[in-house]
């Protein structure tokens, strides 16, 4: 099984602050790796897919990047509405995985 | 707009069955992969199976093979998740989410996501 893990597990920023999330595959995951949103009681929102390709509705201050193992998610301009969880997953094989999540707090 | 509406949760004594339903609209259901995913009280989410548009093809977390059916309904527009022998560590939220309607290049697991439903496991 591929296990995802996800660094910081938490990050403190402040409003208008970029910050970077990063995302580490057990193995090779080409570039089969997707980025969620959660806020607490809430649905999470998917973000990106295929490592780097926008979901539909989502601004471009969310970014991503990487291949193979090492992925990247980058937000910009930091607002009260991105401080939230924010998980990656891989889809190359099954069973799926979701990192642990990285938890955006307000400095 | 889309839109995925879970229903059947509840409380349940370990060892007990419980269906989940969840309920799409706004889209071509029969068109597109479907999943469950789940997340335990102030945990991560977890992947727990999905489903091949026709229902031909479906894959399992370990955890819950041979305990958990995942099905669906295309005449009505209606994802399943059939739970049987529950354990404790089955309390979660369960979410339903959309995959992609083939062809899709590239491929994604989940773009839509439902509100959840909460299922408690315990005497």
């Known amino acids: 099984d591929i296990q995802m893990t996800q660094s910081p597990s938490s990050l403190s920023a402040s409003v208008g602050d970029r910050v970077t999330i990063t995302c580490r595959a057990s193995q090779d995951i080409n570039h089969y790796l997707a980025w969620f949103q959660q806020k607490p009681g809430k649905a999470p929102k998917s973000l990106i897919y295929a490592a780097s390709s926008l979901q539909s509705g989502v601004p471009s201050k969310f970014s991503g990047s990487g291949s193979g193992t090492d992925f990247t998610l980058t937000i910009s301009s930091l607002q009260p509405e991105d401080f939230a969880t924010y998980y990656c997953?891989?889809?190359?094989?099954?069973?799926?995985?979701f990192g642990q999540g990285t938890k955006l707090e307000i400095k | 707009e889309v839109q995925l509406v879970e229903s059947g949760g509840g409380l349940v004594q370990p060892g007990g069955s419980l269906r989940l339903s969840c309920a799409a609209s706004g889209f071509t259901f029969r068109s597109y992969w479907m999943s469950w995913v789940r997340q335990a009280p102030g945990k991560g989410l977890e992947w727990v199976a999905n489903?091949?548009?026709?229902?031909?093809?479906?894959f399992y977390v370990d955890s819950v093979k041979g305990r958990f059916t995942i099905s669906r309904d295309n005449a009505k527009n209606s994802l399943y998740l059939q739970m049987n022998s529950l354990r404790a560590e089955d309390t979660a939220v369960y979410f339903c989410a959309r995959g992609c309607s083939p062809p899709c290049s590239p491929w994604f697991d989940f773009d839509y996501w439902g509100q959840g439903t909460l299922v408690t496991v315990s005497s």
């Open positions: 997953q891989q889809y190359i094989s099954y069973p799926r995985s």
């Open positions: 489903i091949k548009l026709d229902g031909t093809e479906k």
